[in-house]
């Protein structure tokens, strides 16, 4: 039996200034998302992770315009404004970047469902990592049950997220 072997199509040179823009724009706009204060009790806890949603994305599609640095700067964002520790949100995306990049090219080119798949599977390995490491940084047992709704929200809106970033992707950029 073959192994099949898939190849990843060039990325196109991207010369549209806002083009170039719209992965951090995008990405930095879900940070800002994730920290909106709601006026829905116990909403803060259970905060679908939009920047790992934008960042699973542009990682498969157009990881040349969403780099490390960006990355690390936009998490580095989320957690101040959101009283996070420093550093968690930052290490969340540069792991999300890193994970997606050695699997990118069985995403690129592929339907939606295989694509939610690799998300669903990223988002519930993101949330269990995270449960643990703030278990471990206030030194108790957190509730798994947040962790389980965060996840599952999560899994539920990246449809829409993905949609919305396509749709932009092929406004500006003229390809998706």
Request: with cysteine; proline share 7%; charged share 10%.
């Amino acid at each position: 039996m073959a192994l099949k072997v898939f190849s990843i199509p060039a990325l196109p040179r991207v010369n549209n200034g806002a083009a170039r823009l719209l992965p951090v724009a995008t990405t930095l706009l879900a940070a800002v998302i994730s920290v909106l204060p709601l006026q829905i009790p116990g909403y803060a806890a259970l905060t679908p992770v939009f920047t790992l949603m934008a960042a699973y994305h542009w990682t498969i599609y157009r990881p040349d315009l969403l780099p490390p640095l960006a990355l690390f700067i936009i998490g580095l964002t989320e957690d101040l404004l959101a009283g996070s520790p420093i550093g968690v949100n930052a290490m969340l995306l540069l792991l999300t970047r890193i994970a997606v990049l050695g699997h990118r090219r069985y995403f690129v080119n592929r339907n939606f469902p295989f694509v939610w798949t690799g998300f669903t599977l990223l988002a519930a390995a993101a949330m269990f990592g995270l449960w643990g490491l703030h278990c471990v940084i206030d030194l108790s047992l957190l509730d798994f049950r947040n962790a389980i709704i965060r996840a599952a929200l999560t899994i539920a809106i990246f449809p829409l997220a993905s949609f919305m970033l396509g749709r932009a992707q092929r406004a500006v950029m003229g390809a998706g």
